[in-house]
């Protein structure tokens, strides 16, 4: 049973409609296990806001960005879902100042992730929102669980809803495939790339580092990253190399840099350009070095070979035919990093909900098998 208590139906189209404090008790959804109740942590969304507020709750912080802001893509998300005129759906059928409960359910097992980035949406939507959690960011939940609560307007948490439960399944998703391929390329550390949605890069890579994973490269900016059209119009990889070189000397520069090698030949290149010449390089990227088999198998020879080579001299990173069923091998190899573009490119989405009659809603769940 709900229990609501509400005014009039709103008179004007207004996207959020003031809000209105109720006398007496919020309306209560109780949620019928004990351990949500015995384990939640309550707080208000605006704490969670990344500009202005403390991020100290955050399980995972996000990777930062000099020019990247949080607060302008939620804006965006929830701008396009509104339009100029805002939900018509709920300004015709949810009366202004009802107040509800609406529950957070998994309906398939994963790590779950935006956690922090849903409060932050909340608060965008209604600082008066609150919403309390069982899980935190990069836990792992199973099929059927009740994971958070959110209570406030109703109107407002159903403006929020879909935009927070986009970024929370494609990060969930992200997170879940990540912490599979890190748990299996150990002792090698599972990276991304720069393979990520337009406009969503720092929520993609956040969702790596939720599931275990580091970040590769920010975006254009924050490394240099010497990859083959680079090395083809500087006339070789040694010609590219020393240009860096040139050019961070010049610019009184210090960062992280990275070349691409392809054969083992160009790695006996870089390898003796190093030995003769100062240089600002610190890794060697081994691409294509694992080669797939007719049995569905991989060879890494050599890659292990070209790991042998380098000797530790550098940090190295393998990429390219890197899967779930390939990982492990690669990482037996002795490399440093692993990177995979699939962990944001071809992510597939975890399939959460909310709800506010949740009774029905698992009780359809169970009936389609997604609870």
Known sequence: MIKTTFSSPPSSLLLFPPRRRLAGNFPTVSLSSPAFRRSVVTMSVSEAAIHGSSVGSMAVKPPS??????????????????????????????????????????????????????????????????????????????????????????????VAERVVLNFMQRMSGIATLTKSMADAARPAFILETR???????????????????????????????????????????????????????????????????????????VLQYTNQYKTSLTRIMLDNMV???????????????????????FETEASGNVTLETVKKIGETGVTYISSGALTHSVKAIDISLKIDTELALLVGRRTNRA
Request: aromatic share 6%; hydrophobic share 40%.
């Open 65 to 158: 960005h000099p020019t990247y802001d949080i607060k302008t893509v939620i804006k965006l998300a929830l701008a396009e879902d509104a339009g100029d005129r805002g939900d018509v759906t709920c300004l015709a059928t949810v009366p202004s100042d009802m107040e509800v409960e609406a529950y957070f359910i998994a309906k398939e097992d994963g790590v779950i992730a935006g956690i922090a980035l849903a409060e932050m949406i909340f608060s965008e939507v209604d600082p008066l929102i609150k919403v309390e959690w069982s899980n935190k960011d990069g836990d792992y939940v199973h099929k059927g669980t009740q994971f958070g609560k959110v209570h406030g307007r109703a109107h407002n948490i159903v």
């Open 195 to 269: 393979k990520t949605a337009p406009g969503l890069r720092l929520m993609d890579k956040w969702a790596v580092l939720i599931g275990g994973g580091k970040n590769h490269r920010m975006g254009l900016f924050d490394m240099v990253m010497i990859k083959d059209n680079h090395i083809s119009i500087a006339g070789g990889v040694t010609n590219a190399i020393k240009s860096v070189d040139h050019f961070l000397e010049q610019n009184n520069l210090e960062m992280a840099v990275e070349v691409e090698t392809r054969t083992l030949e160009e790695v006996k290149e």
């Open 291 to 313: 080669v797939p088999l007719p049995d569905g198998g991989v060879d890494v020879s050599m890659l292990k070979e070209a790991v042998e080579l380098i000797n530790g001299t």
